[in-house]
């Protein structure tokens, strides 16, 4: 899935988690830490979205 893919999920952990992604190639470690924890509570269970936002 693309990152314009996931953006068009709406509130969904991997949409999320893309965003992070996308914010810390931007440099800018708030809103991807942000993003992370979203995806870390819409997927509790999920270990990478919680490694993520760890």
Do not use: C, W
């Amino acid at each position: 899935m693309t990152a314009v893919e996931a953006l068009r999920i709406p509130e969904s952990a991997e949409a999320e988690s893309l965003l992070g992604d996308i914010y810390e190639k931007l440099e800018r470690p708030f809103d991807a830490g942000h993003a992370y924890q979203k995806a870390a509570e819409f997927a509790p269970l999920n270990e990478d979205y919680r490694f993520d936002f760890s």
